[in-house]
């Protein structure tokens, strides 16, 4: 690091450094989840023939759902170093600043890590096809997640991990547990307001106050409907608008801000002690 970039309020030679030191932190960890994906496969090759990772046609592939799996429990342990004692003091020891220092973890977790991750899941999955292909089974199939599919994934996977990581940046222990659980909350909370706020438009074709308690919501079809009364064409609109806006502008931007503004908020306590 040079001398000159100690006094700047944001350097990306900073970053880049935090960001190198996070990735090999998190080796050791993508090599075991590396292990047992083929281990696993290994395994249902002597016993089926079968490369079960491979031979998932038409269907999220296991190594997507590995990738993100194995991402969304790193962003639960993002922060967990600056609630703690000793490991807090390093913490905050480190020569960066708050904002760099979230950063590098968004970025890591939301690009690094999904690009990393998904080459190596390329990697092993022709490896496996090689062999399934050399004992004559089946699983010969490679996976690429080259498609539109997989970039809308990857858009629901960042938005999950902005979510974990401001999780991570205020709860001690079993972050990732309890940030799902307030998400749940807060979607139960805004389907019921909508749902109702709908109906009060008069959106649903019929009189208020005769909605069955046999409504129900559908956020991948984006449809609405209570006791067989849809939402009229207009209301689908409104209410598909809404959804995108929440999903894909609204919840990001809250938890970038929010998770940068706690350990913002961390660094200026400590500094303070």
């Not at 998904?118 to 004559?136: D, E, F």
């Amino acid at each position: 690091m040079k001398a000159q970039s100690l006094d700047k309020p944001f350097s990306f030679e900073r970053l880049g450094l935090l960001l190198r030191n996070r990735v090999l932190d998190e080796a050791t960890i993508v090599g075991i989840g590396a292990a047992i994906a083929v281990a696993i496969n290994l395994i249902t090759l002597l016993l089926a023939r079968s490369a079960v990772f491979n031979a998932q046609p038409g269907r999220t592939s296991p190594w997507e759902i590995g990738v993100c799996l194995g991402g969304l429990l790193l962003a639960g342990g993002a922060f967990k170093g600056m609630h703690d004692g000793k490991a807090g003091t390093d913490w905050i020891l480190l020569p960066a600043t708050g904002a760099e220092k979230y950063a590098a973890g968004l970025l890591d977790l939301a690009v690094v890590f999904p690009l990393a991750a998904s080459a190596l899941g390329v990697a092993l999955s022709a490896l496996l096809a090689l062999v399934a292909s050399a004992v004559g089974g089946r699983g010969a199939a490679v996976w690429l997640p080259i498609g539109l599919g997989d970039l809308r994934a990857w858009a629901d996977y960042a938005i999950a991990v902005s979510v974990i990581l401001a999780g991570s940046t205020c709860f001690r222990k079993a972050a990732l547990v309890k940030t799902v659980g307030l998400f749940i909350a807060y979607c139960l909370v805004v389907l019921v307001l909508g749902s109702l706020g709908l109906w009060a438009q008069g959106f649903f074709g019929r009189e208020p106050g005769r909605i069955s308690v046999d409504g129900s919501f559908s956020i991948v079809r984006g449809l609405f409907s209570f006791d067989g009364a849809r939402v009229s064409a207009r209301g689908q609109r409104i209410a598909s608008l809404a959804v995108d806006l929440t999903r894909y502008a609204l919840i990001p931007a809250f938890a970038v801000f929010f998770g940068a503004a706690k350990v913002a908020e961390k660094e200026g306590r400590d500094e303070v002690q």
